[in-house]
């Protein structure tokens, strides 16, 4: 799993839509899944097969009041997970429960 931050949202979305499926440097990630950080999903990375590149700002994080944050990485999604997306990034787990690197 690679984690790729920036502080400028304008080059998180090129490098974003540069690798992602479609885009013209997409050809050099084989087996890499290229995604955003907002579509972090606990049981996609346990069972992934390819690596996993996710995209986001330095931003994302720089909440002092997590527990009142309105930014997505730190709200519940009760639908997908049932943690927060921050605590599951921390966790990070495979298919068997390992932490991955």
Do not use: C
């Not at 499926?21 to 097969?49: C, F, M, Q, T, W």
């Amino acid at each position: 799993m690679i984690l790729w931050l920036s502080k400028g949202k304008v080059v998180v979305q090129q490098s974003y839509a540069n690798l992602a499926i479609g885009g013209k440097y997409n050809h050099l990630l084989s087996d890499i899944s290229v995604r955003l950080l907002s579509e972090y999903d606990p049981e996609d990375v346990a069972n992934a097969k390819e690596d996993l590149l996710y995209f986001a700002t330095v931003g994302t994080f720089n909440q002092r009041d997590r527990e009142k944050s309105n930014l997505k990485i730190f709200a519940i999604d009760t639908d997908q997970i049932e943690s927060t997306r921050w605590e599951a990034l921390k966790i990070r787990e495979t298919a068997d429960g390992k932490r991955r690197p």
